[in-house]
């Protein structure tokens, strides 16, 4: 009967939204967690891959300051790795990653139980435990630092742009690597609060007609705003975000929007420095790890205040409204592109291990058990694994050549361990490192993209939740 009557209330919490202040666990949970996540990223020792293009042959690519930096196309990414294997030019990772890995407990409810921040650098190559204010789900004892990959080649990972100003000094000095197309969340959250303003309708064309034309992100196209935002997020199609990117430039809202993410307690979340006449240039881009959990932790929507803010505005869900809610949830459940924290798309491989146990999106499997994914072949049949899978990973991942990313809400199926949580995972490995014992790619399917540390680093990760 107790039981039933827990159930009942989580459920009417649920609906209405109701005022229920933040269930943050102890001191001591959190502390916990905390050591457990920088233990698990300090076991896969990531300074043991090799270096593509190390600095004394990258060093003619990455003089010109920061370069532009989008997904690759799977054409891309094929020429690309067999250029690679024939130059085989690679050495060591001359010094310790920067990754910054944050983990948000939710409680039955969707309310924030625990959160655990760590840092990886140079400077922590142990890894540092963040310390977060549990009201405001922050901190302010981290001088974020703008990603540049000449500074963290030639300058021991260290910047020397702050991101946020007032930070000098902190105890904790770090470079926020380039989130990729993990940014595309940020781009989603400022579609879908222009939706809910009445601003946007998601269901009418959209006329993209780039001015000037970038080849990353396409020519002229004609699309609904709401197959923009899927292609976007299942398929981090580049042509889809400029063209939302550029949408908002023609509501002049970029300006609104990341004032938004200041407003509600996320000031390391920005898009700046995008190009009005055609969404392109988004190297002037920043997330930190803790503001995007935070970010899809109002997207998950759970009940009450979910944080409130150090000039105390007690933020909800509402800051979307449950339908945009609903769309941002079920396009990333939605996601293709399952291939770094989870690796499923590679089921039955040797190589790279299996990740976080994640179920595949039904959208994307063949009859014959294989995933398509746009123009991205996937040669494995992953039915075993959807068949053995105890998680729902709604997600988005990104991958540049300085950068993999990941980040999403993991929910386990009914009779599994119970886990409700999100992830975040930024570094600067990306598909320019590779592991020592890597096999090559069979011919005409899509690459593996990122070291497989990740993935171990995900199955860590979730056995860290299944346990705690």
């Not at 579609?191 to 009445?198: I, N, Q, S, W």
């Not at 006329?207 to 997020?233: L, T, W």
Request: net charge neutral.
């Amino acid at each position: 009967m107790k039981l039933k009557r827990f159930t009942v209330l989580c459920t009417a919490l649920a609906l209405t939204g109701a005022a229920v202040a933040p269930a943050v666990a102890s001191e001591e949970g959190t502390h916990r967690l905390a050591e457990s996540l920088r233990e698990a990223i300090v076991a896969q020792n990531f300074k043991d891959v090799i270096d593509l293009t190390p600095p004394a042959s990258g060093a003619a690519l990455r003089s010109a300051g920061p370069r532009e930096k989008y997904d690759a196309s799977p054409a891309e990414l094929m020429n690309r790795t067999r250029a690679r294997v024939a130059l085989a030019a690679g050495k060591p990772l001359h010094q310790t990653p920067n990754m910054d890995a944050a983990i948000i407990e939710l409680d039955p409810v969707g309310r924030p139980k625990t959160v655990a921040n760590v840092l990886l650098s140079p400077q922590y190559p142990n890894g540092v435990v963040v310390p977060v204010k549990h009201k405001g789900l922050s901190t302010d004892q981290v001088r974020y630092r703008w990603w540049d990959d000449d500074e963290w080649d030639a300058n021991g990972g260290k910047g020397t742009r702050d991101v946020l100003a007032g930070r000098e000094n902190a105890a904790i000095d770090f470079s926020s690597p380039y989130p990729a197309s993990v940014l595309k969340l940020m781009v989603g959250f400022g579609v879908l609060r222009l939706a809910d303003e009445g601003k946007v309708d998601l269901d009418a064309d959209y006329v993209y007609q780039p001015n000037p034309v970038r080849e990353a992100c396409g020519g002229p196209s004609v699309k609904k705003i709401r197959q923009h935002f899927d292609e976007m997020i299942t398929k981090s199609q580049n042509e889809s975000t400029c063209a939302l990117i550029k949408m908002i430039h023609d509501l002049n809202a970029w300006d609104q929007v990341n004032k938004t993410f200041v407003d509600l307690g996320m000031p390391t979340l920005m898009v700046t420095g995008t190009i009005p006449g055609n969404g392109g240039r988004w190297i002037g881009s920043n997330m930190s790890g803790l503001d995007t959990a935070k970010l899809l932790l109002l997207v998950n929507g759970g009940a009450g205040v979910l944080w409130t803010t150090d000039g105390g505005k007690q933020v909800t869900r509402n800051e979307l409204s449950y339908s945009s809610r609903k769309f941002f949830q079920e396009t990333l459940a939605g996601q293709g592109h399952n291939e770094m924290l989870s690796t499923p798309n590679w089921c039955g491989r040797d190589y790279p291990v299996q990740g976080l146990p994640q179920q595949v999106p039904a959208r994307w499997i063949k009859p014959d058990g294989t995933v398509t994914v746009g123009d991205a072949v996937y040669d494995r049949d992953v039915r075993p694994c959807n068949a053995a899978a105890e998680v729902t990973f709604a997600h988005k991942t990104g991958w540049v050549d300085t950068t993999g990313s990941d980040a999403g809400i993991v929910k386990s199926f009914r009779g599994k361990d119970k886990r409700n949580y999100i992830v975040v995972v930024f570094c600067n490995l990306g598909t320019d490192y590779v592991d020592a014992n890597r096999p090559a790619d069979p011919p005409g399917v899509y690459p593996v993209l990122y070291t497989q540390k990740y993935a171990q680093l995900g199955k860590a990760i979730d056995d860290i939740m299944k346990n705690i």
